[in-house]
């Protein structure tokens, strides 16, 4: 048995610039930090002429023999691209499940996808460096399935910890943010993630803010240059030490990108975040694309019991995390890596 696992981020700013529609003009610019909450990939093998995929997720199950190419367009078409990218020919089972639920906002997809490409590389006994492992990640989802997301979750998932990320046309360059250990222990004091009851898919949203910075849209151009703007202060003001910058660049943050596309927001989405401004929160946004998922606020610990009752009561739940500073790894490995290494391609 071998079991993979990569991390769940917070998007503090910078989120969606990392589209390439915006990107490839302009450059990107992203501050995010990794979860003590993650996507596990569990994989074994058996003697069968066929591959078994299931997730918990979305409980789905599939099953295929290798008398022919993987059919990538049925479900569970993530983990079929990535296993058929590693060309394995032996029989394989692969258990896919995330600690929060999909399309909340936290990148479990990509997360995934990094976890499961972390999991082949090993059980082929393939290096590969966390860059690599986050290209190929977003060159299976964005080039291969076509999915309409940015480059951030990826990175995130794959390097851990907390970063600053640029993207540009000629590649992503990752920094990591290193804040000492007390600075580390106050900014978790302050972070606090509420579920909204709701899941989405953020492939609508993205879809139309991807068309309007292609279209060159002025409002939604101008909303992704404050966007940026904020994660190039953001990154400056935690170097310094400054983590209370951070609740400020989130409301900066999130004004703006209510500008980028229809369903972002709502009315019960402002009530919440109104409510938890005026019960003494600082900052805040819906995290991912919007719509639903989990909310983020930076607080002051004194504000914290009233901001939790507040939401509470409007019937929103608080999740306990705390930041994490691994990236994807293997926790468990009972295998060979040999036993794949006569079944591959070349």
Same mark, same amino acid.
């Given at each position: 048995?071998?079991?993979?696992?990569?991390?769940?981020?917070?998007?503090?700013?910078?989120?969606g610039t990392d589209l390439e529609a915006y990107y490839g003009k302009y450059g990107g610019a992203v501050v995010s930090t990794s979860i003590d909450k993650y996507?596990?990939?569990?994989?074994?093998?058996?003697?069968?002429?066929?591959?078994?995929?299931?997730?918990?997720?979305?409980?789905?199950?599939?099953?295929?023999?290798?008398?022919?190419?993987?059919?990538?367009?049925?479900?569970?078409?993530?983990?079929?691209?990535?296993?058929?990218?590693?060309?394995?020919?032996?029989?394989?089972?692969?258990?896919?499940?995330?600690?929060?639920?999909?399309?909340?906002?936290?990148?479990?997809?990509?997360?995934?996808?990094?976890?499961?490409?972390?999991? !082949?590389?090993?059980?082929?006994?393939?290096? !590969?460096?966390?860059?690599?492992?986050?290209?190929?990640a977003c060159h299976i989802e964005i080039d291969k399935l076509g999915t309409p997301i940015g480059r951030q979750d990826q990175y995130a998932a794959a390097y851990?910890?907390?970063?600053?990320?640029?993207?540009?046309?000629?590649?992503?360059?990752?920094?990591?943010?290193?804040?000492?250990?007390?600075?580390?222990?106050?900014?978790?004091?302050?972070?606090?993630?509420?579920?909204?009851?709701?899941?989405?898919?953020?492939?609508?949203?993205?879809?139309?803010?991807?068309?309007?910075?292609?279209?060159?849209?002025?409002?939604?151009?101008? %909303?992704?240059?404050?966007?940026?703007?904020?994660?190039?202060?953001?990154?400056?003001?935690?170097?310094?030490?400054?983590?209370?910058?951070?609740?400020?660049?989130?409301?900066?943050?999130?004004?703006?990108?209510?500008?980028?596309?229809?369903?972002?927001?709502?009315?019960?989405?402002?009530?919440?975040?109104?409510? %938890?401004?005026?019960?003494?929160?600082?900052?805040?946004?819906?995290?991912? %694309?919007?719509?639903?998922?989990?909310?983020?606020?930076?607080?002051?610990?004194?504000?914290?019991?009233?901001?939790?009752?507040?939401?509470?009561?409007?019937?929103?739940?608080?999740?306990?995390?705390?930041? %994490?500073?691994?990236?994807?790894?293997?926790?468990?490995?009972?295998?060979?890596?040999?036993?794949?290494?006569?079944?591959?391609?070349?």
């Amino acid at each position: 048995m071998l079991i993979a696992r990569a991390p769940l981020r917070l998007s503090f700013a910078g989120g969606g610039t990392d589209l390439e529609a915006y990107y490839g003009k302009y450059g990107g610019a992203v501050v995010s930090t990794s979860i003590d909450k993650y996507s596990y990939v569990i994989v074994s093998l058996n003697d069968a002429p066929y591959i078994q995929v299931s997730s918990s997720d979305y409980q789905t199950f599939y099953r295929q023999g290798f008398e022919g190419a993987l059919l990538w367009e049925t479900d569970l078409s993530l983990p079929k691209v990535v296993i058929d990218h590693f060309g394995i020919q032996s029989g394989i089972s692969v258990f896919l499940a995330s600690q929060v639920p999909p399309g909340t906002g936290l990148g479990s997809s990509s997360t995934l996808a990094v976890a499961l490409i972390k999991a !082949m590389s090993v059980l082929c006994d393939i290096s !590969m460096t966390q860059h690599e492992i986050a290209q190929l990640a977003c060159h299976i989802e964005i080039d291969k399935l076509g999915t309409p997301i940015g480059r951030q979750d990826q990175y995130a998932a794959a390097y851990g910890g907390l970063n600053y990320m640029e993207f540009t046309a000629e590649g992503v360059k990752v920094e990591p943010l290193q804040l000492a250990h007390e600075l580390t222990t106050e900014l978790q004091r302050r972070l606090m993630l509420f579920f909204t009851g709701r899941s989405r898919s953020s492939a609508e949203i993205l879809v139309e803010q991807k068309r309007n910075s292609e279209r060159n849209r002025a409002t939604v151009i101008n %909303a992704l240059h404050v966007i940026k703007r904020a994660a190039l202060r953001l990154r400056d003001e935690l170097l310094r030490g400054n983590i209370q910058a951070i609740g400020e660049c989130l409301d900066v943050s999130w004004a703006a990108k209510r500008q980028l596309a229809a369903g972002i927001t709502d009315p019960w989405i402002d009530q919440w975040y109104g409510a %938890a401004l005026r019960a003494g929160a600082s900052g805040g946004k819906i995290s991912g %694309a919007g719509g639903g998922g989990f909310m983020l606020l930076y607080c002051e610990p004194e504000f914290q019991r009233r901001v939790t009752a507040t939401l509470q009561a409007l019937g929103l739940m608080p999740m306990d995390f705390r930041l %994490a500073s691994g990236g994807a790894m293997v926790i468990v490995n009972t295998m060979y890596a040999h036993a794949l290494s006569n079944a591959r391609h070349d």
